[in-house]
Structures are given as structure tokens and as C-alpha cells.
């Protein structure tokens, strides 16, 4: 079916702004529940203190995670992406509200049983973010680099965001009797909100832009079965042209082609999650800005981070050699020892000098990987390779959480 518009404007043109917002929206709403849980885990230390809730909570988080991924990846033809979202969508605003109820219902209580139902609501996150970030990044990569870019600072904008937030929550609630709590609670239930506007967003809105509405066509007449339902959404219910399946790239074969932008994103986040967030937490040693320290050190990071996801926007800077972009995520693991030698023997400064610069590079060649990645192939496996990404930079994510463990082997802190 052919798309027409009254404007005069090309179809795959109109509406290129507003889609471009939208991403930034679904892709804050992708990570705004998990940051927040990331962003009060200064409360999470007062009520569970032997717990290691920052490094704990990140590895109940990424089984789920990754789990669920690999089984999405692997079925991704057959899934309906419209309800893979909304779905993602939904379960993330109900879990981050059982983050509200279980607090209320256990007065802010510690102890073993409600420690174990926040680990349970937090696997419920990590399966939602298989849904929402393999669906979407799937989605927009058969759609213009820009939405790829938009989507994932809206990611980093969540952990923005939360930081900003928080230090003004704090710097309110300071002084105040359950301050740290009120904080938390105010937290969790904006991003309620935003989760539940998400799933509006998505479900009413986005696939009747004119722009969506072109590259879905053009993906089904490409042969992607994925996208039936949000056209249908949109009113399209066929789509001119011939379908061709018959010549599509199998998920082996993509696999092999893509195998260094594969172990690119699997880099990144293994350098990043050692030492983000559970080494700030635990591992910098007491500071002037006392128990301010840690959530500086995490504002600056997700600043840092969200402004290296719009770098790549200034050509000369945006990464497209695939040696080179190898050979600079390799080079990031200098990292590991600069924050040993920071935290044992520098000043404040520094330490939130290289943080700032893990955000940026953490941000700028994550977003140089999945714009580069899906360019020269169709629909259906733009939309395979997109899930493959996704589970990639999860399984990474999970390596890097269990390796952050290695930092407090020897220090007592078990």
C-alpha cells in the first residue's frame, strides 16, 4: 500500500522530528525503572547493609536479562514486536510500582524477606528489558540511524535524569526525618509515571507517524513479519510488492558477518559494568563530600555518558572503521588499573575526571556500533541483527557485573 501525504512532503521524510523524539522518550522509558533502583541505592545500603545492593541487585538483574534475550533473539521472526513492547512497557511500570508497595507494605523495614521480593521485582525488570530494548533497537534498525542514536541517549538520559533528581531529592530531604526514604519513594513513582506513558507512547502514537509508517511497509515488503501488527495499528493492512524471504541472511550467517561489532558491544559493557556502578559505591574510600561522593561520581558518569551518545552526530568524530572502533574498545581497558591507582592513591578530582571519561566513551562508541552495525542489509534482518546486538551488550553487561565482584576479594567485605 502506498503511503501518500497532503503536504507535498515525502513520506519517509514527515514526521522525522517528531519520531525522533519519541525514541528519546522510549528509550528513557527502556532504563528510567532500572536507574532509579540504581540512583536510591544509598537508601537500599541503609536498609540493607550487608547486602551489597548495588553489585547484588545488578546480578539478579542480568540472568533475567540475558536469559530472556537469548530466547527472544532466537524467536524474533516469529514475535509480534507490537506486543513485545507494550508488554516490555507494562511489566516495567507494574514491577517499579511493586517497588512502591513492597517499601509502604514493610514500612522501609530491612531483613531477608523483603530483600528477596525486591530481587524478584528486579528479575522482573531484566526480563522487561529483554522485551522493550531487543523490540526496539530490532525495530529501528531498518529505520533511520538517527532514531538508533535518539533511542539509546534517551537510555543514558534515564541515568541523567535519575542523578540530577536525586541530588536535589537529597539536598531536600537532608535534613528530614526518613529523608533517604521520601527520596526513594518520589523516585520510583515518577518513574511509574513515565513507564505508563511509554506504553501510550508506543501503542497510540509512534505507529502512526508517516515516517514509521514507511519503514514498516517497506520492511514487509522486504519480508518482515515482525512489524503486521503496528501497521495494522496505523491502518495499513497490506503492503504493495513483492515479498522475498527466500534470499534472507540466516541468524548463523549474521553472526558471522557482524562478529566484531558483536564483540565490540560485549566489550564495552564488560569494562563498563566492572567498574559502574558497584565499584563507586564500595570501593573509592571515604572522601570530604561524604556519602555525597557516590552519587556525584554517578551524576557525572550518566552526564558524561549522555553527552557521548550525541558526539557521534559530528561526522569527523562518529567511528566507522570497524578495526578502529575494535581497537578503541580494546585500548578502554587502560580503565581497569587508572581506577585501582585512583582510588588507592588520588584526590576527589580525579576520580570524577575518569569517570566522566568512562561515561563518554562508554556512550560515544556504543552509539558509533549500532548505527554502523544494520546499514546494508533488509528488513527481516536488520530486525534480527538488531536482537542479536541487544543480546550481545546484555551478555556483556552480565560479565562485567560478576567481574565487579572482584574488586572486594580481600578487602573483608563479603
Known amino acids: 500500500m502506498t503511503i501518500a501525504t497532503e503536504n507535498g512532503i515525502p513520506p519517509r521524510l514527515e514526521g522525522k522530528g517528531t519520531a525522533i523524539f519519541v525514541c528519546f522518550l522510549l528509550g528513557m522509558g527502556s532504563l528510567m525503572s532500572w536507574n532509579s533502583m540504581l540512583t536510591i541505592n544509598d537508601y537500599y545500603y541503609k536498609v540493607f547493609p550487608n547486602y551489597h545492593p548495588s553489585r547484588v541487585l545488578t546480578l539478579v538483574y542480568q540472568p533475567f536479562a540475558v536469559v530472556s534475550m537469548l530466547i527472544l533473539a532466537y524467536n524474533e521472526a516469529r514475535i509480534d514486536t507490537r506486543k513485545r513492547n507494550i508488554a516490555g512497557y507494562i511489566l516495567f511500570a507494574l514491577s517499579t510500582l511493586g517497588c512502591i508497595l513492597l517499601d509502604l507494605a514493610t514500612s522501609g523495614k530491612g531483613g531477608v524477606g523483603p530483600y528477596v521480593g525486591l530481587c524478584l521485582l528486579v528479575g522482573a525488570f531484566g526480563i522487561a528489558d529483554a522485551h522493550v530494548q531487543g523490540g526496539m533497537v530490532g525495530d529501528l534498525s531498518f529505520m533511520l540511524p538517527e532514531f538508533m542514536q535518539s533511542f539509546f541517549a534517551g537510555l543514558a538520559a534515564s541515568g541523567a535524569l535519575t ?233 556483556g553487561i552480565f560479565t562485567g557485573v560478576c567481574l565487579d565482584w572482584l574488586w572486594i576479594i580481600g578487602n573483608g567485605k563479603f
Not at 519513594?185 to 513507564?195: C, K, Q, R, Y
Not at 507512547?201 to 515482525?226: C, D, N, Q
Not at 522475498?244 to 564488560?270: A, G, M
Not at 570530604?288 to 569527523?316: C, E, H, M, Q
Open 163 to 395: 542523578s540530577g533528581l536525586r541530588l536535589v531529592t537529597k539536598a531536600a530531604y537532608d535534613k528530614s526525618h526518613n529523608g533517604l526514604r521520601k527520596g526513594a519513594i518520589l523516585f520510583l513513582a515518577i518513574s511509574t509515571g513515565i513507564e505508563f506513558l511509554c506504553v501510550l507512547l508506543y501503542a497510540l502514537y509512534f505507529p502512526k507517524l508517516p515516517i514509521v509508517k514507511y519503514f514498516r511497509s517497506k520492511a514487509a515488503s522486504e519480508g518482515s513479519k515482525t512489524v503486521n501488527a503496528d501497521l495494522a495499528a496505523a491502518g495499513i493492512h497490506q503492503v504493495d510488492g513483492p515479498v522475498k524471504v527466500e534470499d534472507r541472511l540466516s541468524t548463523k550467517e549474521l553472526l558471522f558477518k557482524n562478529w566484531d561489532y558483536f564483540l565490540d558491544l560485549y566489550l564495552i559493557y564488560v569494562l563498563t559494568l566492572s567498574i559502574f556502578p558497584g565499584f563507586l559505591y564500595e570501593n573509592t574510600g571515604k572522601h570530604s563530600l561524604g556519602d555525597w561522593y557516590p552519587l556525584v561520581l554517578i551524576a557525572t558518569y550518566n552526564v558524561l555518558d549522555l553527552i557521548g551518545r550525541y558526539t557521534p552526530l559530528i561526522k569527523f568524530l562518529c567511528l566507522e572503521s570497524r578495526k578502529g572502533l575494535t581497537l578503541s574498545i580494546i585500548a578502554r581497558f587502560v580503565f581497569v588499573p587508572a581506577f585501582y591507582f585512583t582510588a588507592k592513591y588520588a584526590r576527589e578530582g580525579w576520580m570524577i575526571m575518569l569517570v566522566g571519561l568512562l561515561g563518554l566513551t562508554n556512550g560515544h562508541l556504543t552509539v558509533c556500533v549500532m548505527t554502523a552495525a544494520p546499514k546494508g542489509y533488509k528488513g527481516p534482518e536488520q530486525n534480527a541483527l538488531g536482537n542479536l546486538l541487544v543480546l550481545f551488550l546484555l551478555a
